[in-house]
């Protein structure tokens, strides 16, 4: 079955987040490279006659979902999402995340939010003790408010600079910036989320706190599952 390049642990998650996928879902579709090797699986499934309608959390997905022939919906279109499967730059042991170096976290927030289950799929370079260890929190800012949410970030911690593509400023799918957070490793993640989120003009941040109900860590073409607890799958 073809996936996203040819990296093995991309393709043993993919593979594996395939299998709880059942006929008639509305599957929520994530943005990066393991997302993408699980749209292209998930594809090959569909041209095999499986049944699904599928969210895209970017145009890059959508375009990715519509080569393979993909059904998809809007949210005002259904009453709920029964699964999404998505990546992450950092998973800490209690599944909390941060997303959004694709540059999609808003509406992958969204998507996951109108979810009954979020899986994420990661190698195992992805997993951290403590949220911060690479050092970047993507914020999503309105570009009126830039300069605003620049300096009241600065006192919480963050040291924000705007993303660039190509010499020029990056622009999400919903027309906003991106202040990639220099940071530590964060303490108090829901704290920082709360204070990030109170500033006027910020649209949403990487952390994803609470999400995650199944993580599956490739390791070489191996996976590795991890649960939240409670979570019925």
């Known amino acids: 079955m073809h996936t996203s390049g040819t990296d093995p642990a991309l393709t043993a998650v993919a593979l594996r987040a395939l299998e709880l996928v059942r006929d008639g879902m509305v599957v929520g579709l994530g943005t990066g490279r393991a997302a993408t090797a699980f749209v292209r699986a998930l594809g090959e499934r569909v041209r ?3 049944r699904v309608s599928g969210v895209p959390t970017s145009n890059a997905t959508a375009a990715v979902a519509r080569e393979y022939g993909i059904p998809l919906v809007g949210l005002e279109d259904i009453d709920g999402i029964d699964l999404t499967v998505d990546g992450a730059d950092e998973v800490d042991p209690q599944l909390n995340l941060i997303k959004g170096y694709g540059g999609a976290l808003v509406p992958e927030k969204i998507v996951a939010a109108a979810s009954r289950v979020e899986v994420i799929l990661v190698g195992s370079e992805k997993l951290v003790p403590v949220l911060g260890r690479r050092g970047v929190l993507p914020v999503e800012v309105i570009p009126f408010a830039v300069g605003f949410c620049k300096k009241h970030l600065a006192p919480l911690g963050c040291r924000p600079a705007i993303r660039m593509n190509a010499g020029n400023r990056f622009v999400s799918d919903s027309g ?3 202040l990639d957070c220099g940071i530590e490793p ?8 709360t204070a990030i989120r109170a500033i006027p003009g910020v649209v949403g941040t990487g952390l994803f706190l609470g999400i995650a109900d199944l993580v599956l860590v490739g390791e070489g073409s191996g996976v590795r599952e991890l649960r939240r607890a409670g979570t019925d799958l």
């Open 48 to 50: 095999q006659g499986l």
């Open 186 to 193: 964060i303490a108090k993640p829901l704290e920082l989320e």
């Open 176 to 178: 906003n910036l991106i």
